[in-house]
């Protein structure tokens, strides 16, 4: 066949992608709805800097970045409160969103990467099983390999035939709606908390921040439904009753975005396609963060690639980087998902419990967008897994919860775990029907 790679979309897996491929010889050309310099939300944005080293990125300038502060969660109802912990090597950075884009880019365009702005992707070009190009709003594109980057609703993806096995759409559950803002410093009071996550404050089923930082104060509302301005203004009102700092003026951001917060895609290829970042859902499911996961499966993909000489790039040969995302990542990350329909499914009252009991403690809230997975929360501490057992006993409703949970969680580690080492379509498909019902 030959060298000539498409990229849908400019999402961040597949700038990384672009730039790898054009390092090694390959005719990659990226199409792009919006216009060039208009991509990020305005507002900053978290990962693990050893990502960009995996993708073969460089540093960006150290005026752009700064490291991310420590979190402290507090329960919905009661005093109780747990901080992060992170510890320095594995400290976060945090950039704009603009200035991210702007790194990612010109890495890519100093590659030899081609971007097309203005052109929106509406649907893959097929032949047979094969995808053979895109469709755009300037006309029909071909290439050997398409690489969706379109994101969480990809056109590419969710406009594929049914007989590739490849799932199109998002359920409402597995999406969480973002309302994002920086507002005005309202007061000057000294906060001993400067970022504060709360957990279904106000008895809403949601999880919110306030940051304060020097100039504004940061505020983040996440639900598994809609909500309007209006009950978002409601809630901000009641959680300046906790935190002063909080102004009522918008200074910058003020936008509802979605995003997944899932098991990653069950099928992230076919003949000619495969699926990265949050078109394949690889952000963590329980904080959303994708960037390092999605630089991550980018090296992957790109080794795929370079690997298969035939330049054939088949559900066959590029079935190698999916295997290779699940063994490293996703067997580790999915079975997150148990843990959030846990969440979502404890009461208020329940989630007290947790941080009161020492059923939650400061080791189990170290999460970074660069998270390890499951194993990272729970780890093999005799003293902590007495207190844990001791506090669900006495709560045996929450008890009948957790249980449930584990349950889930190990019948997914398992799934993960047990993912065809080669493509055959049937045995694959087999396996993803299986791999679908502990996430529910």
Not at 90 to 118: P, S
Not at 133 to 152: F, P, Q
Not at 272 to 292: N, Q, R
Not at 319 to 335: D, G
Request: charged share 25%; glycine share 6%; proline share 4%.
């Amino acid at each position: 066949m030959g060298k000539n790679i498409i990229i849908a979309g400019l999402g961040h897996g597949g700038i990384a992608v672009a730039a790898i491929l054009a390092q090694n010889g390959y005719n990659v050309t990226v199409y792009e709805k919006q216009s060039e310099g208009t991509l990020g939300y305005d507002w900053t944005d978290i990962f693990a800097p050893e990502a960009l080293k995996i993708a073969g990125m460089p540093m960006p300038p150290q005026e752009k970045y700064e490291y991310k502060e420590h979190m402290t969660f507090f329960a919905p109802t009661s005093k109780r409160t747990l901080t992060q912990r992170v510890p320095d090597d594995k400290l976060e950075i945090k950039m704009e969103r603009k200035d991210i884009y702007a790194h990612f880019i010109n890495h890519a365009v100093n590659c030899g990467v081609n971007i097309i702005y203005d052109c929106m992707v509406t649907a893959p070009i097929t032949l047979g099983s094969r995808v053979i190009g895109i469709k755009t709003d300037k006309g029909d594109y071909y290439a050997d390999l398409i690489i969706d980057a379109c994101g969480m609703n990809s056109p590419v993806r969710s406009n594929l035939p049914d007989s590739f096995g490849i799932e199109k759409q998002v359920k409402r559950e597995e999406k969480i709606t973002i309302f994002r803002a920086f507002y005005n410093k309202a007061s000057d009071i000294e906060v001993e908390a400067k970022f504060r996550v709360m957990l279904f404050a106000g008895g809403k089923k949601s999880i919110s921040w306030v940051a304060s930082e020097n100039e504004h104060t940061d505020l983040l509302v996440g639900r598994f439904e809609e909500f309007t301005i209006e009950e978002l203004n409601e809630y901000a009102d009641f959680l300046r009753k906790s935190c002063p700092r909080l102004g009522k003026e918008i200074v910058r951001g003020g936008q509802f975005v979605e995003i997944p917060v899932r098991h990653p895609l069950s099928v992230m290829v076919a003949d000619g396609y495969a699926a990265i970042g949050d078109s394949a859902f690889m952000t963590v499911p329980l904080i959303g963060s994708g960037i390092a996961n999605s630089l991550k499966a980018a090296r992957m993909l790109a080794d795929t690639i370079i690997a298969d000489k035939a330049e054939d790039y088949n559900a066959s040969t590029l079935w190698s980087y999916q295997l290779n995302y699940f063994r490293k990542i996703a067997t580790n990350m999915a079975p997150l998902e148990c843990v959030k329909y846990f969440l979502l499914n404890a009461t208020p009252d329940e989630l007290d419990y947790c941080f009161d009991s020492g059923m939650l403690n400061e080791d189990n809230i170290t999460m970074t967008a660069d998270f390890g997975g499951i194993f990272d929360l729970f780890k093999p501490d005799v003293k902590d897994m007495i207190v844990k057992a001791k506090g669900a006993i006495k709560n045996p409703k929450l008890l009948v919860k957790i249980l449930d949970c584990g349950a889930k969680l190990a019948a997914a580690t398992a799934i993960c775990a047990a993912i065809p080492t080669k493509w055959d379509k049937k045995k694959v498909m087999a396996w993803a029907e299986k791999y679908a019902k502990p996430f529910h």
